[in-house]
Structure formats: C-alpha cells, structure tokens
C-alpha cells in the first residue's frame, strides 16, 4: 500500500509494508526540484534514518531496476 501526497514544493510518497508476514516500517520519499529524500523511522527506537539523492542519481536508481548485472556509465 502507498499513499501520495503533492505539497507546494514537494512531493511525498510513503509506503507502507501492509502485507509482509514482518512488518517493516514504513518508507517515505520526497521529491523536489532538487533531489529525492528516503526517510524510514524506526518504530521501536524513535531513530529517523535518512538516504539524500540528487535527480540525477535518483534517476540511475530508476533505471537499474530494469537492467542486468554489470557496470554503467550515466548518459
């Protein structure tokens, strides 16, 4: 399950880990004009763990889902 959220500056997506026999916590992400955040809070520790992408990295991400094993330069 996912949830979207347009705000004025950003977008926020989070997804929930509704249907896993464990539960993880849930993932938020916020796109902006200037990169992409991963936010996870830790449920039992309070702990909030944070992954910082630029556009262009985000987009590498994007694309190496749907590629094969082995080494790529950007274009």
């Given at each position: 399950?996912?949830?979207?959220?347009?705000?004025?500056?950003?977008?926020?997506?989070?997804?929930?880990?509704?249907?896993?026999?464990?539960?993880?916590?849930d993932?938020?992400?916020?796109?902006s004009?200037?990169?992409?955040?991963?936010?996870?809070?830790?449920?039992?520790?309070?702990?909030?763990?944070?992954v910082?992408l630029?556009?262009?990295q985000?987009?590498?991400?994007?694309?190496?889902?749907?590629?094969?094993?082995?080494?790529?330069?950007?274009?």
């Amino acid at each position: 399950m996912f949830t979207i959220e347009h705000n004025h500056d950003e977008t926020v997506v989070t997804l929930i880990d509704d249907v896993a026999a464990v539960r993880e916590d849930d993932v938020r992400f916020l796109l902006s004009e200037t990169g992409v955040v991963f936010m996870q809070v830790n449920e039992e520790t309070g702990a909030t763990h944070r992954v910082s992408l630029s556009l262009t990295q985000f987009d590498n991400m994007i694309a190496a889902l749907n590629l094969p094993e082995g080494a790529y330069a950007a274009s």
